[in-house]
């Protein structure tokens, strides 16, 4: 195992929804896992159906989102996991608050930067229809706003690059900054 030889850290997976986060963490997980790293990811929908079931998608209970989340992943870095996390995370206060709860220096931001168009004509959960339909207010790139990182450790568009790419590109991003993991 490279555990003990690696510090742990965890990747901040930002984007649209139907950007191709959660199919970027999975492939990403399977490539560390192969090197022998303790990996995992948390997933912001299956956060939302287990410790986060309690909140909505008002600023404030995204807000809280993202700060429980960040404290589970860095629970898990100080137990030696490597933690991708793969959340919508619209805000750039809030992942600066991740940032810092995780700690700087573990914290990694990567935004899935597919476009809006794209993500809605994917549309893998119907979330844009119903959105676009009044059904779910503040649903963000659609009635609620998405703000962009301004200096992500990388920026991925799977637009312009297939999802299983853009998790090799991660993964050897992650790799050339060997101090990163």
């Not at 659609?142 to 920026?155: D, G, I, K, N």
């Not at 050339?176 to 990163?180: F, S």
């Given at each position: 195992m490279k555990q003990a030889q690696s510090r742990a850290a965890?990747?901040?997976?930002?984007?649209l929804s139907g950007a191709g986060?959660?199919?970027?963490?999975?492939?990403?997980?399977?490539r560390l896992k192969a090197d022998g790293r303790a990996v995992t990811v948390l997933d912001g929908d299956l956060l939302r159906h287990g410790l986060n079931r309690d909140l909505g998608f008002t600023p404030q209970d995204r807000h809280e989102n993202i700060r429980r989340t960040a404290e589970v992943a860095r629970l898990m870095?100080?137990?030696g996991l490597v933690v991708i996390a793969a959340l919508i995370s619209p805000?750039?206060?809030?992942?600066?608050?991740?940032?810092?709860?995780?700690g700087a220096a573990h914290f990694i931001e990567v935004h899935v930067s597919t476009p809006v168009q794209v993500c809605e004509a994917r549309d893998p959960k119907g979330l844009y229809a119903r959105a676009r339909a009044g059904q779910i207010p503040q649903f963000t790139g659609?009635?609620?706003?998405?703000?962009?990182?301004?200096?992500?450790?990388?920026?991925l568009d799977t637009e312009q690059q297939a999802l299983e790419d853009s998790a090799g590109q991660?993964?050897?991003h992650l790799l050339?900054?060997?101090?990163?993991l």
């Open positions: 965890t990747v901040w997976l930002t984007g986060k959660t199919s970027i963490a999975g492939a990403l997980a399977q870095n100080e137990a805000n750039r206060a809030d992942r600066a608050m991740a940032a810092a709860i995780i659609v009635s609620a706003p998405y703000e962009a990182p301004l200096s992500p450790a990388l920026t991660l993964y050897r050339a900054h060997a101090t990163l």
